[in-house]
């Protein structure tokens, strides 16, 4: 091109850029922005999908919550349900004898716990932790009861299953029903003892609601809060402990009840009356040498702390 030519031409560029009028080079230099503008924003949906897709971390509240190695915890206000320590409290776990709660509850919701109870050969075929109970023998419903409450006894567990439903699938389906009803959506039970079985689970929230209403049965109440009682069989006497070792360590302890299994590592629901406060606190996934300290410490730090205000129970205030 002759060099007048090519200063034509820059010229002709320069008049028209300063009209507004756009140029080769512009239209060029607008498609490249428009490339890089698409990028990032495809870059930024790629970013914002992934951060949706993440997992959300473990849930603790509050921040300031004392060290505790339970791998679930919750700490509730006892009068008025209102969370006050969480701690994957909604992560689904074997959760063991603690859910023999839930079996007293729903036998007592069958009433008449003087009714007699003759024992089967089925109903001792479990183990380990039991009252050794023989078919043939004949205790009422409240033994019994007391008997899982305070020695965790598997074979009680079983006799009053069959007792009350006749068989233990049609107890779980009980069970079941009962734990809907008390808001525990997220929990199957396929057994009254809480041996591991495949497909029976809970949460610490869950466990927390059960042992909320638990709690406000005096039959229960009065049991979970004995340390010992003596059940009469046939060949004598049995001195039963309560397993729960807190009762004895700590005079704000009244109760409520343990659980162990391979599965499901140490499990334990307590309560305590801290002065003007009363506290349910739930632990799964936990160690025996760990278990019962943390829980005194965790009882105690919560006995001045506001609630979380995250998931409350509604259920008339607990009296005395």
Known sequence: MPRSSYLLFVLCGVLLSCAGIPTQNDRYRRLENSSHQSARFASQQQRAYHVASTPIPKSVFPTNLPPARAESLIVIDANSGETLAQKNADTRRADASTQKLLTALVVLDHGNINRRVVIQPEDT???????????????????????????????????LARDVAGSVPAFARLMNQKARQLGALHSNFINPHGLTRSGQYSTARDMARIAYVASRNPFIRQTVDQETYTFNTPRGPKHLKNTNKLLTRMGACTGMKTGYTR?????????????????????LGSETKYIFDDAERLMNWSSNQRGLRRGSFAVTPLTH
Request: with cysteine; net charge positive; glycine share 8%.
């Open 263 to 283: 599965a499901s590592g140490r499990c334990l629901i307590t309560s305590a009356s801290l002065g003007r406060r009363q506290v349910i606190l739930v632990q």
């Open 125 to 159: 075929r479990v183990e380990p932790s039991k009252l050794y109970l023989k078919a043939g023998d004949v205790y009422s419903r409240r033994e019994l009861l007391k008997g899982i409450l305070i020695k965790s006894a598997n074979d009680g567990a079983m006799a």
